[in-house]
């Protein structure tokens, strides 16, 4: 099984609708990460969560909530949908090492907004 | 901030050696990352290396490092068609990895 599972792994949806996308991990890491990948541009870092109670905004936050519901799980919201949310994102995970901070990242879940 | 540029794409032939680049403008990482996506998957990570190092070798891959010029390269030797993916690379500072916007390998006979 893979260590950090993405759930679903295409969704299409509405403009304004509510989506939530799951991420859960194996792995036993305290980190974990959110991050949309856009074409030309790289990953770019949405939220992110120490352990359960710390929760940080990225450099992308702003329509965005996330959960983290167990050291295991991390969800992100899309509260409204909109078109310009279209876009691959990613789940990722790391141990708590200081500073340095390999990660290690799901499958994705592709994301269309109509 | 911080800003890391790859070019977005390279052609190589089967066989022939693979060198991507990449520019970054803070040296304040403590380490350097290559990841690769292949289509349809996430991010794998490939290699990194230290900051404090000029080279690192592991099997076909080279990492170089000029810290002077800021400066990132990767070396793929023999490239062949499963080396075809896109290649980012990432900053590891406290906390954080900042990427690149990902360089495509495309490998033709």
């Known amino acids: 099984d893979a260590d950090v599972t993405q759930t679903p792994r295409n969704r299409i949806t509405k403009t304004g609708k509510r989506i939530m996308l799951e991420c859960s991990q194996t792995?036993?890491?305290?980190?974990m990460y959110w991050y949309r990948q856009d074409p030309g541009l790289g990953l770019r870092l949405i939220y992110y969560?120490?352990?359960?109670?710390?929760?940080n905004k990225g450099e992308i936050s702003d329509g965005y909530s996330v959960s983290r519901q167990a050291q295991a799980k991390f969800s992100l919201s899309l509260e409204s949908a909109i078109p310009n949310q279209t876009a691959l994102y990613f789940c990722?995970?790391?141990?708590?090492?200081?500073?340095?901070?390999?990660?290690?990242f799901g499958p994705g879940t592709r994301l269309t907004v109509l | 901030g911080e800003d890391v540029e790859q070019s977005l794409f390279l052609s190589v032939r089967e066989g022939d050696s693979s060198v991507i680049n990449c520019t970054y403008t803070?040296?304040?990482?403590?380490?350097l990352y290559w990841y690769k996506q292949e289509p349809g998957a996430g991010l794998q990570l490939l290699t990194y290396?230290?900051?404090?190092?000029d080279m690192k070798q592991d099997q076909r891959l080279t990492v170089l490092l000029n810290k002077k010029d800021k400066h990132l390269s990767l070396r793929i030797a023999d490239t062949q068609t499963g080396d075809s993916a896109i290649y980012f690379c990432?900053?590891?500072?406290?906390?954080?990895?900042?990427f690149g916007a990902g360089t495509r390998l495309a490998v033709h006979p």
């Open positions: 969560s120490f352990d359960v109670k710390d929760i």
């Open positions: 990432a900053l590891g500072g406290y906390n954080k990895l900042i």
């Open positions: 290396i230290f900051s404090n190092m």
């Open positions: 792995k036993g890491h305290d980190r």
């Open positions: 990722a995970t790391s141990d708590k090492t200081g500073w340095w901070d390999t990660q290690y």
């Open positions: 803070d040296s304040s990482s403590t380490y």
